[in-house]
């Protein structure tokens, strides 16, 4: 599965921003697919996955980003978003894309596939 992230620049806190990670090869409906960040000097963190199960998509976020911040995926199951909306300057990181077989986790190193990153920087 190559991924590819797309969507960081540069916005004002409060502003929003949209990230896209397409994949190529193969549909993501099998996946969990998640968006982990890492800011400078910290380790990557969890910041969002979703999962597709009987009932339908499963999400699940950070504490941090509850409520501010939505995953989603595109009908054609090639797609995975984050919108991130009143973003602050906390957010500001470098966001990947990652995607895994079975059950959803906040733990990076369990994630098989990663996109290349996209940055992000709130400005306050």
């Known amino acids: 599965v190559q991924r590819q992230a797309s969507g960081g620049g540069l916005v004002q806190a409060g502003g929003s921003l949209r990230l896209s990670c397409a994949a190529s090869g193969r549909s993501l409906s099998r996946y969990v697919l998640a968006w982990f960040r890492q800011a400078p000097g910290k380790e990557r963190e969890f910041v969002a996955a979703i999962s597709w199960g009987w009932s339908g998509a499963n999400t699940d976020y950070a504490d941090s980003v509850k409520g501010r911040f939505t995953i989603s995926r595109d009908n054609a199951k090639t797609t995975v978003y984050l919108q991130m909306n009143s973003l602050k300057s906390e957010d500001t990181a470098v966001y990947y894309c990652?995607?895994?077989?079975?059950?959803?986790?906040?733990?990076?190193?369990?994630?098989?596939?990663w996109g290349q990153g996209t940055q992000v920087t709130v400005s306050s």
């Open positions: 990652a995607a895994k077989v079975g059950l959803t986790s906040g733990t990076d190193y369990l994630y098989d596939y």
